[in-house]
């Protein structure tokens, strides 16, 4: 195991270009759109091959009579759909791009397609992906369901809307995306059913770390640059020391109040945290110059990432690398000799 070396974020952006994104997203009116095929070949996310359940006296489900078109935002929801569908779906997620902020994504013809073919869409909500409403409206479909999660997670604009970061969260999530792909093809409900399970075995090595994490670290001070770390810090039993008013302004694209700077960079200053978790995706003057007052002072960077990293990684291959990250970071003292064991 390796200690996390803190360094420059390579996906740094002006704020200006942030939030220069931030243009209205016009809908597209689609006629003759493309088929099933066409869909498919836009898909960026791995599907899962088996429909094996795993363990001992491991079954095997019928294959499956139909591969349904499938749309997810964003390429974490678009990974773990595409995992639960398995052979029976075909998944085109939207948002990919590692310097794109998914916030303000701009919409293209291609989306517009795969929505206007889609038997089920999958959207964060929140606001986090209020450009699909337009496409959605703008290409109506009456067999498509579509699945917004905030709405099952009782969540609102306002709210913290990253929710992939949530465990609980995750497995609820799985859990509903499941029961809507039986209700859409029922046909294929014995095979849904083993691709859940296996999403679920796939899930233990991430499971595991979670657990270790929160068994030794729990109570440990860290600091994030914004929103996107406080549920997975709340479920670790993690402190986040970071002033909340800091976080909220750079999670929404804003300066942060000048109080909540100077009490950012006195907390690092001092040491107060353990490890800094630093949002690769949304890095402004303001949080690059947290990111280098930490470094000077020998305290460890955690990046993690609003879309999968690389794309052609599996949810759990993602959280994982960023939970392996951030268990060395914590261990930083251990590994360097300065902690017990």
């Not at 070949?41 to 094996?52: E, F, G, P």
């Not at 590692?98 to 517009?112: F, I, L, Q, V």
């Not at 949080?287 to 960077?301: L, R």
Request: glycine share 8%; aromatic share 8%; charged share 20%.
């Amino acid at each position: 195991m390796t200690i996390i070396t803190p360094g420059s974020s390579p996906l740094s952006a002006a704020r200006g270009r942030r939030r220069a994104l931030r243009r209205t997203v016009q809908a597209v009116a689609v006629a003759g759109c493309c088929g099933l095929s066409a869909v498919a070949c836009s898909s960026s996310t791995k599907s899962a091959s088996t429909a094996t359940t795993g363990g001992p006296g491991a079954t095997t489900a019928p294959a499956p009579t139909k591969a349904l078109a499938i749309v997810a935002g964003e390429n974490f929801w678009g990974s773990i759909v595409s995992q639960l569908a398995g052979k029976a779906g075909k998944v085109t997620s939207v948002v990919t791009d590692p310097n794109a902020d998914p916030h303000n994504y701009e919409t293209s013809s291609d989306n517009a397609r795969a929505f206007a073919d889609a038997a089920y869409v999958v959207l964060n909500g929140a606001g986090y992906d209020a450009w699909a409403d337009k496409l959605i409206s703008g290409n109506p479909n009456k067999k498509r369901k579509v699945f917004t999660i905030a709405d099952l997670l009782g969540k609102k604009e306002g709210d913290n809307p990253h929710f992939w970061y949530q465990p609980d969260y995750v497995t609820k999530i799985a859990d509903q995306v499941t029961a809507d792909l039986k209700s859409i093809d029922p046909a294929d409900a014995a095979y849904f059913d083993a691709q859940r399970a296996a999403f679920d075995s796939a899930s233990a090595p991430m499971r595991a770390r979670l657990a270790a994490i929160k068994s030794k670290f729990a109570g440990t001070p860290v600091a994030s640059t914004e929103s996107i770390f406080e549920y997975l810090g709340d479920y670790l039993g993690l402190k986040v020391v970071s002033p909340p008013a800091f976080m909220q302004a750079v999670a929404e694209g804003n300066d942060p109040p000048a109080p909540s700077v100077g009490a950012f960079q006195d907390l690092l200053s001092k040491k107060q945290a353990k490890v800094l978790v630093y949002n690769r995706q949304t890095s402004t003057a303001v949080t690059t110059n947290i990111k280098k007052i930490a470094t000077n002072q020998g305290i460890p960077i955690v990046g993690v990432t609003e879309t999968i990293q690389p794309p052609g990684a599996t949810f759990q291959e993602w959280f994982g690398a960023e939970l392996l990250d951030l268990q060395n970071a914590l261990n930083a003292d251990t590994l360097s000799g300065g902690g017990s064991s």
